[in-house]
């Protein structure tokens, strides 16, 4: 597929997540597949003001390219200006957050909470297409507390959005309920741009499903990658018909303990390694292993990390 001028082999898109989707993150994935991978969602304000936290999270790495950066805030001026910023830092996407849910980031008009005004979410798109010169896209829902997915489409394409992408959900459904994948189905029909489906994608066989189902450009995988780098690419494998091949138990072990070392490089060991315990659970349960979950909680520095693994009894 083709999005923003940028041909990808795989239509299976990392999705961006807070928390989840960072350097060393990526950095994994990288491994597995060479599909289009998100950052987490930056704030475009703590972006203007120059924080220092917020810069590191928005620096490009070249091995990790093809990767858009998504930008979160309520004020055009603002989103336009944090897009000049990271523009200048290397990204080839700039995506706008007008999907998530969080009731602390809605609350302030950004994310999910765009969706309850087009007007101003057509004058975010519109100042972040002008302000630069890479692409734009936006991430989406149905609506906010009702269905205006068509009227947003139509926005956001207006606006000049290079593709879209929605989730099948109400924002005030938080992830509730089931995707409405039919939605997501008759907005791929109207789409003028390039349309990715996002919601309820658990397994290779579900994210297939929703690509044939809704006729999309492609399909944007979220929570389901969480311990689980490798789904954009295993997905694709059985997209076109290959064998699925999991991460064996070796592979899963050395692939925590690189993602640990990772973390630990860029945050400090403790710190690191405090980051790593929700990963090291994702891992351990997406791969169906046997382990003590509150041992993980437990674990201090990588030799630690390592001497638990030896530990784990790795499902066949």
């Not at 789409?191 to 809704?214: I, K, M, Q, W, Y």
């Not at 076109?240 to 925590?256: F, Q, V």
């Amino acid at each position: 597929m083709k999005l923003a001028g940028i041909k990808l082999d795989n239509p299976f898109v990392q999705a961006p997540m807070s928390g989840v989707t960072d350097k060393a993150f990526r950095t994994i994935a990288r491994r597995f597949h060479g599909g289009l991978i998100y950052t987490e969602m930056i704030s475009a304000e703590a972006l203007c003001r120059g924080d220092r936290k917020t810069l590191r999270m928005a620096a490009m790495d070249e091995g990790h390219k093809p990767c858009a950066i998504q930008l979160l805030g309520p004020k055009p001026d603002r989103l336009a200006e944090a897009a000049r910023i990271v523009e200048g830092l290397g990204a080839r996407i700039i995506d706008i957050n007008a999907a998530c849910p969080e009731p602390k980031v809605v609350k302030t008009g950004a994310g999910g909470g765009l969706l309850k005004d087009l007007g101003k979410l057509e004058k975010a798109v519109s100042a972040v297409v002008d302000a630069v010169d890479v692409p734009v896209s936006v991430k989406l829902r149905l609506g906010y507390d009702k269905d205006i997915s068509s009227k947003a489409l139509a926005t956001v394409t207006k606006a000049g959005a290079a593709y879209a992408t929605f989730h099948g959900r109400l924002v005030a459904q938080g992830f509730t309920g089931k995707a409405d994948w039919e939605a997501l189905k008759k907005l791929a029909g109207e789409a003028e741009v390039p349309f990715l489906a996002n919601g309820d994608t658990r397994n290779e066989a579900l994210a297939c499903e929703l690509l044939r189902h809704t006729g999309a450009t492609g399909v944007m995988l979220g929570r389901a990658t969480r311990g689980r780098p490798d789904l954009p690419g295993t997905a694709f494998d059985v997209l076109e018909g290959r064998p699925l091949r999991r991460m064996s138990g070796d592979i899963l072990s050395a692939t925590i303990l690189d993602h640990a070392k990772l973390l630990a490089l860029e945050h400090g060991e403790h710190r690191g390694i405090c980051r790593m315990r929700k990963h090291a659970h994702w891992y351990l349960a997406a791969a169906g292993a046997k382990f003590v979950k509150e041992k993980v909680h437990l674990i201090e520095t990588v030799a630690e990390l390592e001497k638990f693994l030896d530990g784990v009894v790795w499902k066949d």
